[in-house]
């Protein structure tokens, strides 16, 4: 169906349908996303025909959602790259990712875990040998910080949310709800082992979406010593396929953890985490094991 076939000319639902209407569009810009970014490479995550893998890059390209990029003149070959419009669909991407792990795939339930047996636990660790994408994210430091790391191991926990006291309330319910609360103990473990982790060759960063005002407030009142990330969109999530969950109108992280070799190609994960105090002493064997 053509844009111009759509007859309710005023909704933003019927129009945007017009441009991304199928599923195997959705999935072209999932991998897109994800850093694949050439022909054959997309073909073959998605098993696509060629003929139509090709007609849906040119409806993309055409509307402003991709981008081509040369890499290759003879032969001519080009990267597919999201606009800042493709960049738009990310948040619908996550909602899609969300509904079929809750609904789909999940009882219905929210829950900041999941099973070990789950497609969500599944999901991080088939990670593991994949380079991350390649996201610059604001640090509660000021700085931007590349999730792959310029140099050295990185060990990248994601948490639900954690603040200061006084500094802001944590959701209704929030105690409720399986997997959330842990992240103060996680975080505080991870500052008292600081100094292995640098020792054994590992940068520690933690991600979360929320703001970075509220991460400084935390990383003060609990004196960490390294940075936390605020992807307040969870773009990296949206890339990696990354388990999250949505509460009071704020899209937040599963509790995960991944650890990246100096390329920013995911060596271990963790997923999920039942005890987060006892999963820092793990990533630091890991990381000893891996990186030593």
């Known amino acids: 169906m053509r844009r111009d076939d759509l007859t309710d000319a005023t909704c933003g639902i019927a129009q945007a349908l017009g441009v991304v209407g199928d599923w195997w569009t959705f999935l072209v810009v999932r991998e897109v996303a994800g850093g694949t970014t050439r022909f054959d490479g997309i073909q073959a995550a998605l098993g696509i025909?060629?003929?139509?893998?090709?007609?849906?890059?040119?409806?993309?390209?055409?509307?402003?959602?991709?981008?081509?990029?040369?890499?290759?003149?003879?032969?001519?070959?080009?990267?597919?790259?999201?606009?800042?419009?493709?960049?738009?669909?990310?948040?619908?991407?996550?909602a899609l990712q969300e509904f079929g792990d809750r609904h789909v795939l999940g009882d219905g339930a929210v829950t900041a875990t999941a099973a070990a047996s789950s497609a969500e636990a599944q999901r991080v660790h088939d990670l593991v040998g994949h380079r991350v994408a390649d996201v610059g994210l604001p640090a509660h430091t000021g700085d931007e910080v590349r999730l792959r790391p310029a140099e050295g191991w990185r060990v990248v926990y994601f948490f639900p949310g954690a603040f200061a006291p006084g500094a802001q309330a944590y959701p209704a319910g929030w105690g409720d709800i399986p997997g959330a609360a842990g992240c103060t103990l996680e975080s505080t473990t991870y500052a008292t082992h600081h100094d292995e982790f640098v020792a054994a060759g590992a940068e520690v960063v933690g991600v979360s979406s929320q703001r970075t005002d509220q991460q400084a407030a935390f990383a003060e009142h609990a004196g960490l010593p390294f940075r936390l990330l605020s992807d307040v969109d969870l773009r990296v999530g949206t890339a990696m396929r990354l388990p999250a969950f949505r509460v009071a109108g704020t899209d937040r992280y599963k509790r995960q953890t991944l650890l990246l070799d100096p390329t920013g190609t995911v060596r271990h994960a963790q997923m999920p985490i039942t005890d987060p105090a006892g999963s820092v002493t793990e990533m630091l064997s890991a990381v000893r094991e891996l990186a030593g």
Do not use: I, M, Q
């Open 49 to 94: 025909s060629r003929r139509a893998l090709t007609e849906r890059l040119t409806h993309l390209v055409e509307h402003g959602v991709l981008v081509r990029t040369p890499y290759s003149e003879r032969p001519p070959r080009h990267d597919y790259l999201l606009t800042a419009k493709g960049e738009g669909l990310l948040p619908v991407l996550l």
